[in-house]
């Protein structure tokens, strides 16, 4: 079964300073990732995602993320944070197994980041 | 582009009375919507997919009878909240993607407090 796992519950990073937030996945066949961000009682809001090509991806808001097919890693980066950034973070694979484009989505992490 | 809304974006409503929820899409068609249900400070739990014109797909343990889910149309979905009671509080997400996108487009969610 797909799955991905977000090891850290809550990440604190000072503002200005860069910050990472894991996600490691566990698929059959090639992964499909994805990376979205919540802002307290609103929906997902896209990020990123890696499908195929170049194993840095870069996306919304500064955001990159970079596919590790060795670690089995796609861990979510950004080189200096902001308060705003502060938010529940994401990290989701496809199920390749229906044909409805499922997502499985990883348990959240939060981040703050401190001024 | 890729704007998914949902109505109502709160409701409360008394325990024993049902609640319907809208989810549209309003700039694109979407083949496929999903229903999660998020709790507090937890990640999304996928409730059902449901393609237009056909039944819904629900995940296992989700009620059928008590999560209703109409696709009728390439642009709405609604989930009716049957017979709710307190612990049916929650915030429901739904999203929306078509055949040739790899992304799902959230909605803002709704948050439903049954008394």
């Known amino acids: 079964a797909q799955s991905v796992a977000q090891p850290e519950d809550q990440v604190n990073v000072a503002e200005g300073n860069p910050l990472t937030v894991k996600c490691t996945y566990s698929v059959s066949g090639n992964p499909y990732l994805f990376w979205y961000v919540q802002y307290p009682n609103r929906g997902l809001q896209f990020l990123l995602k890696y499908i195929t090509g170049d194993n840095l991806v870069k996306g919304s808001y500064g955001f990159e993320a970079e596919f590790n097919k060795s670690q089995t890693s796609f861990h979510l980066k950004k080189p200096s944070a902001l308060v705003s950034d502060s938010a529940l973070y994401f990290c989701a694979v496809r199920d390749m197994n229906t044909g409805f484009q499922k997502l499985v989505f990883g348990t959240g992490t939060r981040l703050l980041v401190s001024p | 582009g890729a704007v998914v809304s949902q109505h109502p974006s709160w409701v409360i409503c008394k325990s024993g009375t049902s609640v319907k929820i809208e989810c549209r899409s309003l700039d694109f068609q979407a083949t496929t919507m999903f229903w999660y249900r998020q709790f507090p400070k937890q990640s999304l739990m996928l409730m059902a997919t449901s393609n237009e014109g056909s039944k819904a797909t629900y995940e296992q343990g989700v009620e059928k009878d008590k999560f209703l889910i109409n696709h009728a149309s390439l642009t709405l979905s609604t989930l009716t909240v049957t017979s709710a009671h307190p612990e049916d509080s929650s915030f429901y997400i739904c999203?929306?993607?078509?055949?040739?996108?790899?992304?799902?487009?959230f909605g803002p969610g709704t948050r439903l407090t049954v008394t």
């Open positions: 999203s929306a993607t078509t055949l040739d996108t790899y992304e799902q487009y």
